[in-house]
């Protein structure tokens, strides 16, 4: 396990805020490194989705002033633990960014506001192909807790 994944490796010259209609460049760049093709529009009518909606929240990570990362979180009610349950949509950091301690920087600020949402546990999923990724959570914390199914439904 790399030194990025150590505990305590601290994020450097980090703030956080919540994204804004200004920020779709930012966003659709960072989309598209994730491996989710997003173009400016898109990204605007993304981001304006996420603000009309107040279960959902979208935080940027910047460093000197740029835009280096992103994490979405999506509140919902788990019928199963009769709780709410705080779901991370979205978490991506830019190559040059990354072992800077900025994604752990984004997950804490997320743990942080499931708790104060009312969250009981906080979930993620990830792409079987994401190995580093798959390390990256465990080192924070995260286990493997089930296997997701997925099948699209085409246009309504």
């Known amino acids: 396990m790399g030194h990025a ?3 305590g490796h601290p994020a450097l010259d980090v703030d ?8 779709a460049d930012d966003v659709a760049r960072l989309l598209c490194e994730l491996g989710y093709p997003c173009d400016i529009a898109d990204a605007g ?6 603000l009309a909606n107040d279960r959902q929240a979208l935080v940027l990570a910047r460093r000197a002033g740029v835009v280096c990362g992103l994490i979405a979180l999506d509140f ?23 072992g800077l301690g900025v994604g752990r920087h984004l997950l804490k600020e997320a743990e942080r506001r499931a708790r104060s949402g009312g969250a009981a546990r906080i979930e993620l999923t990830s792409g079987a192909q994401r190995t580093e990724a798959h390390a990256f959570y465990q080192a924070c914390g995260y286990s493997g ?12």
């Open 45 to 50: 009518e993304r981001i304006h989705m996420i």
């Open 16 to 23: 956080l805020r919540n994204a804004v209609a200004a920020d």
């Open 76 to 98: 919902m009610y788990y019928l199963p633990l009769g709780t709410t349950t705080c779901r991370v949509t979205a978490l991506v950091v830019s190559p040059s960014a990354q």
């Open 145 to 156: 807790s089930s296997v997701r199914f997925v099948k699209p439904l085409g246009s309504a």
């Open 5 to 7: 994944f150590s505990p």
